[in-house]
């Protein structure tokens, strides 16, 4: 308990963090492997450090990307080259996510159901086996619905957090509690957390203390100087107390920028806050005046503005 009192305490600093000169910032995770000029978002770390799952988005001229889930394995202290996940490669598969011990990686889908083509997109697992990863295995009616289901998260006992399009026109945030070894019929979040906009990325802590989730449009979300509302999305941090779920904080800078933040997820020894961002070389006005072969550099190269996986040592934040 007393670990999940600390990342709580630090995430809590984190929301007053205020961008100043020589502040700690962000740093690309595993450039050139896992962070590329490619697009990358939707990161989960195993429980033992050594696996780290993520999603890649390849280009495509049809009515929407193409998602592929990778992993990359930690040997004798370096990153191996990412392979595409034995359960990717031929349907839209998107945020990882680890169970608590490891034996689950819970993942989002497109794939067909009972032979059944799918628009939407549904909550799947794969369990760990001897020789890898078991079959995806469809969460059932009680997580998934008829409309987008678009990522989720599970605390130690099991409960998972996910968002949905259920119940409404919007992403929103929903709980469902494990009983038995079985989902039970998900509850949405009160409205403090779901709004009319969508929610869209969740991170439920370990001990259900936190939820930090993603949003876009909300009043505190304004685009600098102009004061309409920001487009894309942040990450955002509520607390459980007495029960109770408090309004949402937007995380300050450097966590989130005048980019797309998303996909939260904290390491199990609570030391490191990873995210997705589309931040880039990009100021406007640029420091100096580009010529063309620096532009042609920049655009191929990490920060071109596509997604990458950042982390931030919670202790810096301090």
């Known amino acids: 308990m007393k670990i999940y009192s600390l990342i709580t305490a630090v995430l809590l600093l984190s ?11 962000p740093e690309l995770f595993v450039s050139n492997i896992i962070s590329t000029p490619g697009d990358e978002f939707g990161g989960t770390l195993s429980p033992d450090g050594k696996i780290f799952f993520f999603s890649k988005r390849a280009p495509s ?24 996940a034995p359960f990717s490669g031929q349907y839209r598969d998107l945020n990882p996510h680890f169970s608590a011990d490891g034996t689950k990686l819970f993942f989002v889908s497109n794939r067909p159901v009972d032979d059944k083509q799918k628009i939407d997109s549904d909550i799947w697992v794969v369990e760990k086996t001897a020789n890898g990863w078991s079959e995806p295995i469809h969460m059932g009616a009680n997580i998934n619905s008829n409309q987008l289901e678009q990522s989720c998260s599970v605390t130690d006992d099991g409960t998972m957090y996910f968002v949905s399009g259920k119940d409404g026109n919007s992403l929103n945030v929903f709980r469902s509690v494990l009983v038995n070894g079985v989902y039970q019929p998900a509850e949405m979040l009160d409205s403090d957390i779901n709004t009319p906009g969508n929610e869209t990325d969740v991170c439920i802590a370990p001990d259900e203390s936190y939820l930090l989730f993603t949003a876009a449009g909300r009043d505190d979300g ?37 980019a797309d933040e998303s996909s939260p997820f904290i ?52």
């Open 15 to 25: 929301i007053n963090v205020i961008k100043k000169t020589g502040e700690h910032e």
């Open 61 to 84: 001229t049809g009515r929407s990307s193409f998602l592929v889930i990778c992993y990359s394995t930690l040997i004798d202290g370096k990153w191996s080259m990412p392979q595409v």
């Open 222 to 258: 304004l685009l600098p100087q102009r004061g309409a509302q920001y487009p894309r999305t942040d990450i955002y941090i509520t607390y459980k107390q007495n029960n109770k779920w408090t309004v949402p904080k937007i995380l300050s800078e450097p966590i989130n920028s005048e």
């Open 267 to 318: 390491s199990k020894d609570g030391k490191t806050l990873y995210f997705g961002s589309d931040r880039s070389f990009v100021s406007i006005p640029m420091k100096k005046k580009l010529v063309y072969t620096e532009l042609e550099k920049q655009l191929n190269g990490i920060l071109n503005g596509l997604g990458n996986i950042w982390y931030i040592s919670t202790e810096q934040l301090k």
